[in-house]
């Protein structure tokens, strides 16, 4: 399974924002989409969804996306926002339910095996304890888990991420890449969108750098595109602060012993657990 994109392009009005982006995303791949704020990563994602028309093909197995309704598109592409603010009072199993609405057709309301697929998802990220609580009780780091619930419960094959560790702590974010993570290692394609380096470099297995013309600067493993003159090029302000030798990421081959030090066997930190 391959998402491919290419010759993206995308303006609002006469002001370019995405150039000519050509992306191949695969299965059992874990990519992050790294650069600055403002150079078009939520508007990629908005045309990678079908949200906004755009110049170039995007295209899974094959089928352009672009000709499928949105519903289709909803079967093959789930999506997880950066933050969400429910006003409703919701359950936790009422929000991962929502992900089951592009399968339901004329359905009225879901059905058992519906519940049966939340229950599954919820189980696969750790909350199924959780399942009746209210969402808004919950902790950040457990509200983005059941975001990526949600998606998962629209069983598509490619995942998008936008920042999804934005505003939690330190345990929140390591428990939130590890069960991202672990998704794209049981064989589907992910799509993480982050400014954070060293996340970059513990977690992901390859990384796309775009560059705030919204042209695609670099492509390759996080061993060779995560290098200081990269990060200074996206960031300018890092080499108006600091010399090159001071500006330090996390070397690529800490990845595993860092992340299995602080989260084992899906345990979620203390900071989250009840």
Same mark, same amino acid.
């Given at each position: 399974?391959?998402?491919?994109v290419?010759g993206?392009?995308?303006?609002?009005?006469?002001?370019?924002?995405l150039?000519?982006?050509?992306?191949?995303l =695969?299965a059992?791949?874990?990519c992050?989409?790294?650069?600055?704020?403002?150079s078009?990563?939520?508007?990629?994602y908005?045309?990678?969804?079908g949200?906004?028309r755009?110049?170039?093909?995007v295209t899974?197995d094959?089928?352009?996306?672009g000709?499928?309704?949105?519903?289709?598109?909803?079967?093959?592409?789930?999506?997880v926002?950066q933050?969400?603010?429910?006003?409703f009072p919701f &359950?936790?199993l009422d929000?991962?339910?929502?992900?089951r609405?592009?399968h339901?057709?004329g359905?009225?309301g879901p059905r058992r =095996?519906d519940?049966e697929a939340?229950d599954?998802?919820l189980?696969?990220?750790?909350?199924?304890?959780?399942?009746?609580?209210?969402?808004?009780t919950?902790?950040?780091?457990? #509200?983005?888990?059941?975001l990526?619930? #949600?998606?998962?419960?629209?069983?598509?094959?490619?995942l998008?991420l936008?920042?999804?560790?934005?505003?939690?702590?330190f345990g929140?974010?390591?428990?939130?890449? =590890? &069960?991202v993570?672990d998704?794209?290692r049981a064989?589907?394609?992910?799509?993480?969108?982050?400014h954070?380096?060293?996340?970059?470099?513990?977690?992901c297995?390859?990384?796309v750098a775009?560059g705030?013309?919204g042209?695609l600067?670099?492509?390759?493993t996080p061993?060779?595109?995560v290098? &200081?003159?990269?990060?200074t090029r996206?960031y300018?302000s890092v080499?108006?602060?600091t010399?090159?030798t001071?500006v &330090?990421?996390?070397?690529a081959d800490t990845h595993?012993?860092?992340t299995d030090?602080?989260l084992?066997?899906?345990?979620?930190?203390?900071?989250?657990?009840?």
């Open positions: 399974m391959t998402l491919r290419r993206l392009s995308f303006a609002y009005g006469d002001r370019p924002v150039d000519g982006i050509d992306l191949d =695969r059992g791949e874990l992050a989409l790294f650069g600055p704020n403002g078009g990563k939520s508007t990629l908005r045309c990678l969804l949200h906004l755009h110049g170039g093909t899974l094959g089928t352009d996306l000709r499928l309704r949105p519903a289709e598109v909803a079967r093959r592409v789930s999506y926002p933050q969400h603010t429910n006003p &359950t936790v929000m991962v339910l929502m992900g609405t592009p339901l057709g359905v009225f =095996r519940v939340c599954r998802v189980e696969q990220v750790g909350l199924a304890a959780d399942r009746d609580r209210h969402y808004h919950l902790s950040g780091g457990q #509200r983005q888990l059941v990526i619930a #949600r998606a998962l419960a629209q069983d598509c094959d490619v998008l936008d920042e999804p560790t934005a505003s939690l702590d929140n974010q390591m428990w939130v890449w =590890r &069960t993570r998704l794209a064989g589907r394609a992910v799509l993480v969108c982050t954070e380096p060293n996340h970059v470099l513990w977690f297995d390859r990384v775009l705030r013309q042209r600067l670099a492509d390759g061993r060779e595109v290098t &200081t003159d990269l990060v996206l300018p080499g108006a602060l010399t090159s001071d &330090t990421v996390a070397p595993a012993p860092v030090r602080v084992p066997a899906h345990r979620p930190p203390a900071s989250v657990r009840p």
